[in-house]
């Protein structure tokens, strides 16, 4: 084989084949191709999956060739020989494999890295192969697809198949494995070639052709000599194949079992070869062949030979168990043969026995009733009933109720008397006694098949056999003298299982005689078996088994039954008690007995002394000794024991490693299994990373072929995965099951996204797609992948914009830049959502369905609004709904079915318990305490024996490795399934698992509060409608037990294996109602099942034992309860929900489950369990259920009161964190209806500073229509980057305390600044003044001040005493140090404070997080930044500049700044009077400039001691200014006046000198400025400085108009107009901050009502701006809408939150509020009412009426008809005589 391969893989990439189909794609298809074009591409396809598996053969040779290798060097001693020699020892070092190496070699047969392996199948990676497949996929022909689909799926899953093929090698080690592989193989061949020709040699009725048939036979016996000559004597034909079959069959029997004196062991290698080399297929085909049933009796023996391989085939092995159940059928006919397989086939097979089909037991039921009562039929049923020491509930039912339909046929008891007679005979007979199949028997069996049906406390079953099987039947029959041990186990086993070990009481047996007559009779035979000890081999062995397992187990159970301590028969029955605890104790004694036999009796002898002791019962002081004796020495051998357990695993364990192993059978299997689980471990990611890559290929097929290709347009537009998506239904049709799976995977593995497939794995990634897509750099891919979107993903792109639906977008997967929701829209667009519902309606297959509805999970994640909606609109078009809603509501029932079938309750808990709480009533305090160290050291008993019973298993199984090496590979198996099997007690069947991915479809189908598929789960308005939330709320009550809560049982159904699928109930019933959607809240609350009830009580009830163990689900599964109950009740306006769910709930209880998950949140806290960001932390389910009881308080005012907190009970620390942490708000609706929500406050809330608070307050504005709202909304995400900023900030503490003191800092710096002035004021300049120079006695005063002022401030930190210890200190620097260095001191001090005032500004504010725009646009920042600024030139340029600082000043005083605003805030008007007063004074320049210009004479002071110089300077200066301003006047006027003007003015101007005065109106400029500068600031105006004029001279008047106009214009009028300005604008500020906080006060923030509207309401208007309408609410609520999970909306915060993305503020309630809404309806509810009342009494009235008036119509009719029957009989013609008779 090897060899072949291996040439093969030498010639395989120049087969042509793999060339063959390239053609293809060059050429452009044909419109219709013929059908033997197809052919042959099919033919071409079979050809290359034979080439695969010639691979796979050759890949795993060499996987077993690197073992072989491996294994000889690491046993590199020993001489390599095939068979393990025994003689030839050597250490077995664990481990010594070199699993690294291993690796590389097994990763190097695929081909690693390099491009053309000798096993690429083309020279380019497989790229072509690719190719050539894809395109097959697209052709129209399904055969074809299928294949090259197969092919595709094989090629990228090529590390999995080898893996999985090389888990499946079967080693032959020893040379006696080689031989029976021989000779199984050759037996096999020949068996087969006989059974093909079996109508030539099997036995027929003479018939003419009889003589042909000999002959043929003759022929073929021929052909068999030649082959083996082993007969020598010639026989026919036929007969030799008898004889040879009947030969084979036994060898193949021998094979299977090892057959010994005591026990009969399953050979499970021997097995596993037949089971891999299929012998029971051939045997299978042997059992088909027909044959005279009658006549021929050679035939039968085979027949029976061939089961009784079958028999042994399966013994024992679960795997051989699956494949013979595959072919139940042919077993399913009435031979005792069958039935016999078939009872090995279920043995000890929980899966097989919990999945058996009802029709099984029909038929086994049936062939009782017509076949006869054999017991090989009963010994079936019994077979099922129960498994690996598991009942099977389900079983039990479908029986017990098949029996009971059966009726007497089946059903054989002797209860009457003649029967009860025929019985008596039987037991009496030796033969009916011996024979396996006589009436007895059958009665045995049947009686045990009941006990069986009725173990494990199954109500059902128990109360059927009450009716079949009497008490009073079962103690006549065991009390009869001639009854014999095998009736009475049985009997007294069933009445064990029926009447004691029960659910329910059974009152007759506590009561009645009856179990005490049987306690006598138990005497007796206790007494006969410890009499007949002496002769071993005449003892009745089953005598004895009777009494030491069946007595004990029943007299154990009946006393250690709950029910049992109410009975009071006991105290009368004392004698019997103490003659039954001595004779238990007598047998305990016995030599005969067997270890597990001493430990039932030794239990019992426990339990019997535990009852005299509870019950006070006197026992003979002798017994009473002994038995305390036997649990001292009891108890002792018990750690004994344990002790020697432990040491023999250690020595057991050292003698493991020193005991040298042979390199033998064990040695290599083991190493191989080593390696399988190790290449599996290891290669796991390259195989995950392998499949990956498919899932790549179908994102972008079309890159694999070359540019502008027709196959590459077609693979562009999507034609590829459409093709895929359209062939799965075909592939569904064809029932090509595997193939649909795993298409299905792969497309769900588009949606999910990439893992990370470790360094190893990527490689291998970017390897392949590197090989298939050419050298693409990944980024270069992904490039690629992004165009996708402009391509055939556009529709896909705006799906998205236009409301992908909440869709996550963020989480992109990484295939390439698509988002998930992306990927889904493209894939609904191909028809994937048409494809999942197809196949969730055609589903035949169980993982079909399962994995449909996880692609439809996957195509629905997110809230993908576009899936949901052409989910809707295929279920509403094609009218499909009804068969697609009927497969889950068939699901669903079935489901229910099954848990009610199968539920396991864990009564033992609420046994012990009871029993405890009965022994607590009674025990003292003082003893109670003595207890408890008990129960601990009981836990600690029981992990020794836990661990002591592993020990035995690994020492039990050393010894068996030691005595028997054939069987030793499964013992790791065995030991390993144990372990499983007590995993699996608890797992669900598949019917239910499937429920939660079901659930969870729904769920999505709802998510985003999808209101047309809400009601479209409950209604389809088809003509038969499937409520799946009725039938969801029915499935939860039916996995929580239908228990209501009241009894506390719940917590007995609720495991770790279920508590994910009721949560996901939970979560799914919730989806349905959020919204809200009130048909379906409606729906829920009014069901008739327990649902509500059960909700409530999963939230009040200690889930236990659950909740000892895993908290975090209880805890989950409480807040999940919670949200449900709160979904119910969601925007309602009614309190019909609210009372149905407080029906059953009593307020105390809810209270103190909210206080107990406050204090285990607290507890956890101390922990450093920092759970609080966890959904389901303590704290945060405590608070849900706050909320509930919040909301559910409304309707029931004793719960109002409870929660309020009353300070001191305890607990209420718990109540008063809530009710601090949870707010509540009134929305708007879009109906303009109102709705009140409750909401927990979100964390990152605590987080606000009390100066935002206060600044938003005060500073929000009100817009045109009065509302602050649209400020207050706009602010509301600075303030949340606030709080996000602060809770930063939180992280970094020093910055955190500098940010926290701000306000100290800046009074510091302020005070500061005051200081330094006051020095640089009174002591500048600094020169004259030293340090030092002070008295003594004042110097020491200065001292004694500074540390009396120290000592102050230590005892009391005043800010007085602060303040005296600073100036003391400052003044004694002063004088010690010297002035300018203590201010130079000062101000360095001044500018580190700055420094840390900065710091705690960009702490406080955030600025840096801003970015640098903001950081420079934001003013406050920049004035800080300027003030350290002044501070540091104050300190390091001059002095003077600490001056500026004191406008700070401004700055911190709001009434200053008012002072300020008062110019600033109308600066236009006063600017623009200020121009005014500017032209005023420029048109009286220019006028005075003209007539009045000698009147501007002013007095001026010139400096006096002034030198020349200057001075000349000075009129050189004028001289010259002058000539260059009035050269243009001389030139215009005649040259002698211009000569003349001069002298003059040269003489006015010497005099002016001598006076010292000065003419200031030369020039218009000169003019301007004396009039602006003298004339503003003189208080009668320009007159004031003007020359004063003579009354003579001609312009006086004019002087006078002139002067008193401006007076009045510019003084009185303009200067006025500026101060009323700024006077006014100051009134105005007062009056607006008056105002503005006259509406703070007066009016509501959020809804603007005034505070009159409140008088005489239900509501004070504190109360309203407090609770419900708390601006800050409203700010918490916007916050928790942006942290939440969109797909955790309720209702209403999904509509704030669309509201709040599209920034409307329509959602805030404005001029209304709920508290005065209700109080105008409760009014009109109460005329309503009235009304109501009036009308019933009403309707009363008229219904009373209505049935007089009918009472009167029948009597008058009644009257009418006796008055004719008179008048027929009497008077005939009289009739006619009164007309006006009434009718």
């Known amino acids: 084989?090897?060899?072949?391969?291996?040439?093969?893989?030498?010639?395989?990439?120049?087969?042509?084949?793999?060339?063959?189909?390239?053609?293809?794609?060059?050429?452009?298809?044909?419109?219709?191709?013929?059908?033997?074009?197809?052919?042959?591409?099919?033919?071409?396809?079979?050809?290359?999956?034979?080439?695969?598996?010639?691979?796979?053969?050759?890949?795993?040779?060499?996987?077993?060739?690197?073992?072989?290798?491996?294994?000889?060097?690491?046993?590199?001693?020993?001489?390599?020989?095939?068979?393990?020699?025994?003689?030839?020892?050597?250490?077995?070092?664990?481990?010594?494999?070199?699993?690294?190496?291993?690796?590389?070699?097994?990763?190097?047969?695929?081909?690693?890295?390099?491009?053309?392996?000798?096993?690429?199948?083309?020279?380019?990676?497989?790229?072509?192969?690719?190719?050539?497949?894809?395109?097959?996929?697209?052709?129209?022909?399904?055969?074809?697809?299928?294949?090259?689909?197969?092919?595709?799926?094989?090629?990228?899953?090529?590390?999995?198949?080898?893996?999985?093929?090389?888990?499946?090698?079967?080693?032959?080690?020893?040379?006696?494995?080689?031989?029976?592989?021989?000779?199984?193989?050759?037996?096999?061949?020949?068996?087969?070639?006989?059974?093909?020709?079996?109508?030539?040699?099997?036995?027929?009725?003479?018939?003419?052709?009889?003589?042909?048939?000999?002959?043929?036979?003759?022929?073929?016996?021929?052909?068999?000599?030649?082959?083996?000559?082993?007969?020598?004597?010639?026989?026919?034909?036929?007969?030799?194949?008898?004889?040879?079959?009947?030969?084979?069959?036994?060898?193949?029997?021998?094979?299977?079992?090892?057959?010994?004196?005591?026990?009969?062991?399953?050979?499970?290698?021997?097995?596993?070869?037949?089971?891999?080399?299929?012998?029971?297929?051939?045997?299978?085909?042997?059992?088909?062949?027909?044959?005279?049933?009658?006549?021929?009796?050679?035939?039968?023996?085979?027949?029976?030979?061939?089961?009784?391989?079958?028999?042994?085939?399966?013994?024992?092995?679960?795997?051989?168990?699956?494949?013979?159940?595959?072919?139940?059928?042919?077993?399913?006919?009435?031979g005792i043969l069958e039935a016999v397989t078939m009872q090995h086939i279920f043995m000890n097979n929980f899966q097989l026995c919990s999945e058996i089909n009802e029709r099984v037991v029909q038929h086994f039921v049936h062939c009782i009733e017509t076949h006869g009562r054999n017991v090989q039929y009963i010994k079936f049923l019994q077979t099922i009933v129960k498994a690996e020491g598991k009942f099977i509930k389900k079983c039990q039912d479908m029986v017990m109720a098949e029996l009971v339909n059966a009726g007497e046929d089946v059903l054989v008891f002797y209860n009457d008397r003649a029967s009860f007679q025929t019985l008596v005979q039987m037991m009496r007979s030796e033969r009916d006694r011996m024979d396996e199949n006589s009436s007895l028997m059958y009665h045995i069996h049947l009686v045990e098949l009941l006990a069986v049906c009725t173990e494990g406390k199954n109500v059902y079953t128990e109360i059927k056999c009450n009716s079949l099987l009497p008490l009073d039947d079962i103690v006549r029959v065991v009390t009869h003298e001639d009854c014999i041990p095998e009736v009475k186990i049985a009997y007294i086993n069933f009445l064990n299982h029926c009447y004691v070990d029960t659910e329910v009481e059974m009152k007759e047996i506590y009561t009645s005689n009856h179990m005490w007559k049987l306690f006598e009779n138990f005497l007796v035979d206790i007494c006969r078996a410890c009499n007949n000890t002496s002769d071993r081999k005449h003892a009745d062995f089953i005598l004895e088994k009777y009494v030491t397992e069946i007595v004990m187990s029943i007299v154990t159970t009946f006393f250690s039954s709950p029910f049992s301590d109410q009975s009071t028969t006991l105290q009368t029955r004392q004698p019997v008690f103490v003659q039954l605890l001595q004779g238990v104790f007598r047998v305990y004694h016995c030599n005969w007995l067997m270890p597990s036999q001493k430990a039932s009796v030794e239990s019992c002898i426990r339990v019997l002394s535990d009852v005299a002791k509870s019950r006070a019962i006197a026992i003979p002081v002798d017994l009473d000794s002994q038995v305390n004796n036997l649990f001292l020495k009891s108890h002792n051998i018990v750690q004994k024991t344990a002790m020697n357990w432990r040491m023999t695993?250690?020595?057991?364990?050292?003698?493991?490693?020193?005991?040298?192993?042979?390199?033998?059978?064990?040695?290599?299997?083991?190493?191989?299994?080593?390696?399988?689980?190790?290449?599996?471990?290891?290669?796991?990611?390259?195989?995950?990373?392998?499949?990956?890559?498919?899932?790549?290929?179908?994102?972008?097929?079309?890159?694999?072929?070359?540019?502008?290709?027709?196959?590459?347009?077609?693979?562009?537009?999507?034609?590829?995965?459409?093709?895929?998506?359209?062939?799965?239904?075909?592939?569904?049709?064809?029932?090509?099951?595997?193939?649909?799976?795993?298409?299905?995977?792969?497309?769900?593995?588009?949606?999910?996204?990439?893992?990370?497939?470790?360094?190893?794995?990527?490689?291998?990634?970017?390897?392949?797609?590197?090989?298939?897509?050419?050298?693409?750099?990944?980024?270069?891919?992904?490039?690629?992948?992004?165009?996708?979107?402009?391509?055939?993903?556009?529709?896909?792109?705006?799906?998205?914009?236009?409301?992908g639906g909440g869709g996550s977008g963020s989480s992109t997967a990484s295939r390439g830049e698509m988002s998930l929701a992306e990927v889904q829209c493209h894939l609904d667009k191909e028809g994937a959502s048409n494809l999942v519902i197809d196949l969730i309606m055609n589903a035949t297959s169980d993982r079909v369905f399962h994995e449909s509805i996880l692609l439809a999970i996957a195509l629905l994640e997110g809230g993908n609004t576009i899936i949901q909606h052409s989910f809707f609109c295929r279920l509403t078009e094609d009218k499909k709904s009804e068969k697609f809603f009927k497969v889950f509501y068939d699901r669903m029932k079935i489901a229910q079915q099954e848990i009610k079938a199968t539920v396991t309750v864990n009564t033992s808990d609420l046994g012990n318990k009871k029993k405890d709480d009965d022994s607590d009533r009674d025990?003292?305090?003082?003893?109670?305490?003595?207890?408890?160290?008990?129960?601990?050291?009981?836990?600690?008993?029981?992990?020794?024996?836990?661990?002591?019973?592993?020990?035995?298993?690994?020492?039990?199984?050393?010894?068996?490795?030691?005595?028997?090496?054939?069987?030793?590979?499964?013992?790791?198996?065995?030991?390993?399934?144990?372990?499983?099997?007590?995993?699996?007690?608890?797992?669900?069947?598949?019917?239910?698992?499937?429920?939660?991915?079901?659930?969870?479809?729904?769920?999505?189908?709802?998510?985003?509060?999808?209101?047309?598929?809400q009601n479209f789960l409950r209604c389809q308005n088809n003509k038969t409608n499937y409520n799946l939330v009725c039938e969801t709320l029915q499935f939860l009550d039916c996995i929580c037990g239908s228990t209501t809560g009241g009894l506390g049982l719940l917590g007995l159904y609720i495991n770790e294996k279920n508590v994910a699928l009721i949560n996901q109930t939970l979560e799914s019933l919730t989806e349905y109602c959020q919204g809200p959607c009130h048909e379906n809240q409606n729906c829920i609350a009014t069901h008739e099942s327990n649902g509500i009830d059960i909700i409530t009580a999963l939230?009040?009830?200690?889930?236990?034992?659950?909740?000892?163990?895993?908290?975090?689900?209880?805890?989950?599964?409480?807040?999940?309860?919670?949200?449900?109950?709160?979904?119910?009740?969601?925007?309602?306006?009614?309190?019909?929900?609210?009372?149905?769910?407080?029906?059953?709930?009593?307020?105390?209880?809810?209270?103190?489950?909210?206080?107990?998950?406050?204090?285990?949140?607290?507890?956890?806290?101390?922990?450093?369990?920092?759970?609080?960001?966890?959904?389901?932390?303590?704290?945060?389910?405590?608070?849900?259920?706050?909320?509930?009881?919040?909301?559910?308080?409304?309707?029931?005012?004793?719960?109002?009161?409870?929660?309020?907190?009353?300070?001191?009970?305890?607990?209420?620390?718990?109540?008063?964190?809530?009710?601090?942490?949870?707010?509540?708000?009134?929305i708007v609706r879009s109906d303009r209806t109102m709705e009140q929500i409750v909401f927990p406050v979100p964390s990152i809330c605590e987080f606000l500073t009390k100066e935002s608070k206060l600044r938003i307050y005060y500073t929000t504005e009100r817009d045109e229509q009065g509302s602050k709202i649209n400020d207050f909304f706009l602010r509301s995400e600075d303030l949340f980057n606030e709080m996000n900023w602060q809770k930063k900030l939180r992280a970094q503490p020093i910055l955190y305390w500098c940010s926290r003191n701000m306000s100290f800092w800046s009074s510091i710096s302020f005070n500061l600044a005051v200081l330094m002035n006051l020095l640089v004021a009174f002591f500048y300049p600094f020169k004259g003044i030293k340090g030092g120079t002070l008295e003594p006695h004042l110097s020491g005063l200065l001292w004694t001040a500074m540390l009396i002022s120290l000592a102050i401030v230590i005892a009391l930190p005043k800010p007085h005493g602060i303040r005296a210890l600073i100036a003391s200190t400052i003044l004694r620097l002063i004088f010690s140090v010297g002035l300018q260095p203590t201010l130079f001191l000062l101000g360095a001090f001044n500018v580190c404070n700055k420094i840390i005032f900065l710091m705690s500004f960009v702490g406080n504010c955030g600025t840096f997080t801003r970015g640098y725009k903001a950081m420079i646009m934001d003013v406050e920042f920049l004035y800080h930044l300027l003030y350290l600024l002044i501070c540091a030139m104050g300190l390091f340029v001059h002095e003077f500049f600490y001056s500026l600082l004191l406008f700070d000043l401004v700055y911190r005083e709001e009434t200053l700044l008012n002072v300020i605003k008062s110019v600033t805030r109308n600066g236009r008007s006063i600017i623009l009077t200020a121009v005014l007063a500017l032209i005023l004074v420029y048109l009286f320049s220019i006028v005075g400039y003209l007539f009045f210009k000698d009147d501007f004479i002013l007095e001026v002071d010139k400096l006096p001691n002034e030198t020349l110089l200057p001075d000349q300077h000075t009129e050189t200066g004028e001289k010259m200014t002058r000539e260059f301003l009035y050269s243009d006047v001389c030139r215009v006027e005649n040259g002698e006046n211009c000569s003349s003007v001069v002298p003059s003015a040269e003489l006015i101007s010497a005099e002016a000198e001598e006076e010292d005065k000065e003419h200031t109106c030369?020039?218009?400029?000169?003019?301007?400025?004396?009039?602006?500068?003298?004339?503003?600031?003189?208080?009668?105006?320009?007159?004031?400085?003007?020359?004063?004029?003579?009354?003579?001279?001609?312009?006086?008047?004019?002087?006078?108009?002139?002067?008193?106009?401006?007076?009045?214009?510019?003084?009185?009028?303009?200067?006025?107009?500026?101060?009323?300005?700024?006077?006014?604008?100051?009134?105005?500020?007062?009056?607006?901050?008056?105002?503005?906080?006259?509406?703070?006060?007066?009016?509501?923030?959020?809804?603007?009502?005034?505070?009159?509207?409140?008088?005489?309401?239900?509501?004070?208007?504190?109360?309203?701006?407090?609770?419900?309408?708390?601006?800050?609410?409203?700010?918490?609520?916007?916050?928790?809408?942006?942290?939440?999970?969109?797909?955790?909306?309720?209702?209403?915060?999904?509509?704030?939150?669309?509201?709040?993305?599209?920034?409307n503020l329509d959602w805030f309630p404005r001029m209304r509020a709920m508290s005065l809404v209700s109080s105008d309806a409760e009014g009109e509810q109460n005329e309503l009412r009235n009304l109501q009342e009036k009308l019933e009494s009403t309707m009363k009235l008229v219904s009373n009426l209505s049935s007089q008036l009918t009472e009167l119509k029948d009597q008058m009719t009644e009257q009418r008809k006796q008055k004719q029957r008179i008048g027929l009989l009497g008077h005939p013609p009289s009739i006619n005589v009164n007309p006006q008779q009434p009718a």
Request: net charge negative; hydrophobic share 35%; aromatic share 6%.
């Open 1 to 334: 084989m090897t060899q072949v391969v291996l040439r093969g893989g030498g010639f395989l990439p120049i087969t042509p084949l793999a060339a063959a189909p390239e053609g293809n794609v060059k050429q452009a298809e044909p419109e219709k191709e013929d059908i033997l074009v197809m052919d042959t591409k099919l033919k071409i396809i079979e050809i290359l999956q034979f080439i695969l598996n010639v691979r796979l053969d050759y890949r795993i040779s060499c996987l077993l060739c690197i073992f072989k290798r491996e294994f000889d060097e690491s046993n590199a001693q020993t001489p390599d020989s095939p068979t393990g020699s025994n003689n030839q020892e050597l250490p077995n070092v664990p481990g010594a494999l070199d699993f690294e190496h291993i690796e590389e070699q097994a990763e190097g047969i695929f081909g690693g890295s390099e491009e053309n392996t000798p096993l690429d199948l083309d020279d380019h990676g497989g790229r072509t192969f690719l190719r050539v497949l894809l395109h097959l996929t697209m052709h129209d022909y399904p055969p074809l697809v299928s294949g090259a689909l197969q092919l595709l799926f094989r090629h990228f899953s090529q590390r999995q198949e080898v893996l999985q093929a090389f888990k499946q090698v079967q080693l032959l080690v020893t040379s006696q494995d080689v031989d029976n592989y021989k000779q199984i193989k050759q037996d096999l061949d020949q068996l087969r070639s006989i059974v093909e020709k079996s109508e030539l040699w099997v036995y027929k009725g003479q018939g003419p052709d009889e003589t042909m048939d000999v002959a043929a036979g003759e022929n073929e016996h021929k052909k068999k000599e030649e082959g083996h000559s082993k007969s020598q004597k010639p026989e026919s034909t036929s007969s030799y194949n008898y004889r040879v079959v009947k030969e084979i069959l036994l060898r193949l029997s021998k094979l299977c079992v090892q057959e010994s004196i005591v026990v009969r062991k399953s050979r499970k290698q021997q097995q596993r070869l037949l089971r891999n080399m299929g012998a029971h297929t051939v045997v299978l085909e042997l059992l088909q062949i027909p044959y005279e049933k009658a006549d021929d009796t050679r035939m039968q023996e085979i027949m029976k030979l061939a089961h009784e391989f079958l028999q042994n085939f399966c013994a024992g092995n679960q795997q051989n168990q699956a494949l013979l159940h595959k072919h139940i059928n042919l077993f399913l006919n009435p």
């Open 1099 to 1226: 939230i009040l009830n200690d889930i236990n034992p659950l909740g000892k163990k895993r908290m975090d689900l209880v805890l989950e599964l409480k807040n999940n309860a919670s949200k449900l109950l709160l979904a119910i009740m969601e925007s309602r306006h009614d309190s019909e929900n609210a009372e149905r769910i407080l029906y059953n709930m009593r307020p105390k209880e809810l209270v103190e489950v909210i206080k107990k998950a406050y204090l285990q949140g607290e507890v956890e806290f101390e922990d450093g369990e920092n759970g609080e960001d966890l959904a389901a932390s303590p704290r945060n389910v405590g608070h849900n259920i706050y909320i509930l009881a919040h909301q559910l308080a409304r309707h029931n005012k004793e719960l109002q009161n409870m929660l309020k907190p009353g300070g001191q009970v305890e607990g209420d620390e718990a109540l008063e964190f809530y009710a601090k942490h949870t707010a509540q708000i009134e």
């Open 1562 to 1703: 030369e020039t218009l400029l000169m003019c301007i400025v004396t009039v602006l500068s003298h004339g503003l600031r003189s208080g009668g105006g320009v007159g004031d400085v003007l020359r004063k004029p003579s009354k003579e001279e001609p312009l006086f008047a004019a002087r006078v108009i002139y002067d008193l106009l401006f007076f009045f214009m510019v003084i009185i009028i303009v200067l006025n107009l500026i101060f009323g300005v700024i006077i006014d604008t100051f009134a105005d500020l007062r009056s607006e901050k008056q105002k503005k906080e006259e509406i703070l006060k007066t009016t509501c923030f959020i809804c603007g009502l005034e505070r009159d509207k409140f008088d005489n309401k239900t509501v004070t208007f504190e109360e309203h701006i407090k609770e419900e309408h708390n601006m800050w609410h409203y700010l918490f609520f916007i916050v928790l809408v942006k942290v939440k999970d969109s797909t955790e909306y309720t209702g209403p915060e999904s509509y704030v939150a669309e509201m709040i993305k599209e920034r």
């Open 923 to 1013: 025990v003292p305090a003082r003893r109670k305490v003595l207890r408890e160290p008990m129960t601990q050291i009981t836990e600690e008993v029981r992990d020794q024996l836990v661990e002591a019973s592993a020990v035995t298993r690994k020492a039990y199984n050393t010894y068996r490795r030691e005595a028997d090496p054939d069987d030793h590979y499964s013992a790791g198996d065995g030991a390993q399934s144990a372990a499983d099997k007590n995993k699996d007690e608890l797992e669900m069947s598949p019917v239910i698992t499937i429920m939660q991915p079901i659930l969870r479809f729904l769920q999505l189908l709802c998510e985003n509060h999808n209101r047309d598929l």
């Open 649 to 803: 695993a250690r020595n057991a364990a050292r003698r493991d490693s020193v005991m040298a192993a042979s390199r033998d059978y064990r040695n290599i299997i083991e190493r191989l299994q080593d390696i399988v689980s190790a290449l599996e471990d290891r290669l796991r990611p390259l195989v995950q990373a392998e499949l990956s890559v498919l899932v790549d290929v179908l994102h972008r097929p079309e890159l694999l072929f070359p540019e502008n290709t027709d196959a590459r347009r077609k693979c562009e537009s999507g034609g590829f995965i459409c093709k895929l998506i359209k062939h799965t239904k075909q592939l569904l049709e064809e029932n090509e099951e595997k193939l649909c799976i795993k298409v299905l995977q792969t497309l769900r593995e588009m949606m999910t996204k990439d893992r990370g497939y470790g360094e190893k794995g990527e490689a291998l990634r970017q390897v392949l797609v590197n090989r298939y897509y050419g050298n693409v750099r990944t980024a270069g891919r992904r490039e690629s992948l992004t165009s996708f979107g402009n391509g055939p993903l556009s529709s896909g792109g705006s799906c998205k914009a236009g409301g």
